[in-house]
T-cell receptor, first 113, second 112 residues
């Protein structure tokens, strides 16, 4: 599993509340990613990071922000959750020595009521 | 928007049969990858094929890439019930890109 953990694994929250999801890796990889997975859409990239304090937007970044203050942690924040953000969120890292292969965490199932 | 599109969306076969899934993409790529996702789990990398390769094997997996047709296929031979999963192709955005774009996946069911 490339030493990737996500927390929490499940969360139910209400519309309008802030939510932060955490991705933690133990192998010092430079690149980290946040995806969301929805039925009929596959995986879509939200944000990614290419180093401490270096982040960029993906395909579906509206309503999300990220931070990376340490190599090992990549945080995804929903400032004011909406029902359309109900999804399964996956964190991934890119292996430095494995070409462009990505390794995924176990996912966080988020429900916004 | 999705770069890769898998076909078929769903596939049901008997154990022991071969399963073939296809992926089409739109723009030039540096490499194409296939991933597997078991229900409720994260994606697991299966195989990577570079744009200058035409075929690659890994165990019971065979991947082909036709850059002129912008398509790839994943063949799983002698399928097992444990192969039941969703399979996704993923493409990069060209040399120097560190992003992947995933298709919507093929859901494979292998019936014992």
């Amino acid at each position: 599993d490339a030493g990737i953990t996500q927390s929490p694994r499940h969360k139910v929250t209400e519309t309008g509340t802030p939510v932060t999801l955490r991705c933690h890796q133990t192998e010092n990889h430079r690149y980290m990613y946040w995806y969301r997975q929805d039925p009929g859409h596959g995986l879509r990239l939200i944000h990614y990071s290419y180093g401490v304090k270096d982040t960029d937007k993906g395909e579906v970044s509206d309503g999300y922000s990220v931070s990376r203050s340490k190599t090992e942690d990549f945080l995804l924040t929903l400032e004011s959750a909406t029902s359309s953000q109900t999804s399964v969120y996956f964190c991934a890292i890119m292996s430095s020595g494995g070409g462009d292969t990505q390794y995924f965490g176990p996912g966080t199932r988020l429900t916004v009521l | 928007s999705q770069q890769g599109e898998e076909d078929p969306q769903a596939l049901s076969i008997q154990e022991g049969e071969n399963a073939t899934m296809n992926c089409s993409y739109k723009t030039s790529i540096n490499n194409l990858q296939w991933y597997r996702q078991n229900s409720g789990r994260g994606l697991v990398h299966l195989i990577l094929i570079r744009s200058n390769e035409r075929e690659k094997h890994s165990g019971r997996l065979r991947v082909t890439l036709d850059t002129s047709k912008k398509s790839s296929s994943l063949l799983i031979t002698a399928s097992r019930a444990a192969d039941t999963a969703s399979y996704f192709c993923a493409t990069d955005q060209g040399a120097g890109s560190y992003q992947l774009t995933f298709g919507k996946g093929t859901k494979l069911s292998v019936i014992p």
